[in-house]
Nanobody
Framework: VQLQASGGGLVQAGGSLRLVCSVSGRTRNSYAKGWFRQAPGKEREFVAAINRSDGTKDYIDSVKDRFTISRDGVKNTVYLQMNSLKPEDTAVYYC???????????????WGQGTLVTVSS
């Protein structure tokens, strides 16, 4: 499974961005997908995840009601719609895939390259 994240950029506080994770590989539909982020000087943290079977979604508390994870099975993509962005959302965002649905990064086997999101105040 290969993942490629895109859609990052520079945005003012209060603005929106949509991150896109393109997924390829024969078994791409067998995995749950997640988004993680790593801010400068901080550890990587979970942001959102979506289960492959029933579409269950989870979010870190700090992004609930602002971010939405979704998937498009036809286009083999996973999205992270980010609204009402705050400077503290500034980070490199990564998409990842796991066989067993989880919010823990260590369970994710496949990772895409990151995409940088910068939110100015």
């Amino acid at each position: 499974v290969q993942l490629q994240a895109s859609g990052g950029g520079l945005v003012q506080a209060g603005g929106s961005l949509r991150l896109v994770c393109s997924v390829s590989g024969r078994t791409r539909n067998s995995y749950a997908k997640g988004w993680f982020r790593q801010a400068p000087g901080k550890e990587r943290e979970f942001v959102a995840a979506i289960n492959r079977s029933d579409g269950t979604k989870d979010y870190i508390d700090s992004v609930k009601d602002r971010f939405t994870i979704s998937r498009d099975g036809v286009k083999n993509t996973v999205y992270l719609q980010m609204n009402s962005l705050k400077p503290e959302d500034t980070a490199v965002y990564y998409c990842a895939a796991t066989i067993s649905y989880s919010i823990r990064s260590e369970t994710y086997r496949y990772w895409g390259q990151g995409t940088l999101v910068t939110v100015s105040s």
